[in-house]
């Protein structure tokens, strides 16, 4: 078994399908539910046992600037492409911290904490498993290992597992991340993918990927108003605003 020592958390968007609410702060850090998407992540990791952490910033990058200082242990990474570049950028100037490394996105609600524990088998994404047609990312997983990806989702098969932004990679796994988004990050043509582009799609030979089974609900993309006041009643006034 693996273990993540580290987390990098990818927070350098601003969320526009969130706007207005996301003109003055940054997406992971609208108040929810007494928290925020950022420090629910956070006190959970913490809770897990996984000390270090780092948050890429971009939009806003000053507003992150209380949490590093309340806790020693949060560092912040800015990254000056994420107006021009998609977030190959935030994975390239955050690539000397990938190594037993758990990779999130800090616009999801984490409602599971199990999500985040540490040990792992080996590399993997979390996954659910889908009940009907899909917009999102589905990965093919015959016998438990990833064998390929569809960006735009479909019908589901037998061994088809919807991809979420959460992610653990081995120290070996970790030193080819870095390799590799060094040299496609240097392809001007590159700079517009995501980085899961990297294993998923330029380079899916070089690894052994796995899937995380995460039960619906456990884990909470919220990409627009209406989806926020459904979860959090506070922001009926918004969604009704953005409609």
């Known amino acids: 078994m693996h273990k993540a020592k580290r987390a990098v958390i990818m927070a350098a968007g601003r969320g526009s399908r969130l706007d ?3 003109r003055t702060v940054p997406k992971p850090l609208l108040p929810v539910r007494g928290s925020t ?3 629910r992540a956070i006190a959970v ?4 046992g996984i000390e270090e952490i780092h948050i890429v910033v971009g939009y806003l990058a000053m507003a992150f600037a ?3 200082a309340r806790d020693r242990r949060v560092h912040l990474i800015e990254n000056p492409y994420h107006g021009s570049c998609n977030n190959i950028s935030s994975l390239y100037v955050a690539r000397a911290h990938l190594e037993d490394a758990v990779i999130l996105d800090g616009d999801q609600w984490i409602a599971n904490p199990m999500i985040l524990a540490p040990q792992f088998e080996h590399s993997c994404y979390c996954c659910t498993k889908p009940q009907r047609e899909t917009r999102e990312w589905l990965l093919t997983a015959p016998h438990g290992r990833v064998v ?3 960006r735009t989702g479909g019908v ?3 061994a088809d597992w919807q991809l979420w932004s959460v992610s653990f990679w081995t120290a070996k796994d970790g030193q080819k991340l870095r390799r ?3 040299e496609d990050f240097a392809k001007e043509a590159n700079r517009d993918l995501y980085w899961d582009d990297i294993a998923l799609f330029l380079h899916p030979d070089a690894f052994s990927l796995g899937i995380r089974p995460v039960k619906e609900g456990d884990l909470m993309e ?3 108003c209406a989806e926020l006041a459904a979860f959090d009643p506070a922001y009926q006034t918004a969604a009704g605003e953005q409609r």
């Open 156 to 158: 589901p098969g037998a």
């Open 66 to 68: 209380p949490i590093a």
């Open 148 to 150: 390929s990806c569809s």
């Open 20 to 22: 207005p609410l996301t």
């Open 180 to 182: 590799f988004v060094e």
């Open 222 to 224: 919220i990409d627009t």
């Open 37 to 39: 998407f950022l420090e």
């Open 45 to 48: 990791l913490h809770e897990s």
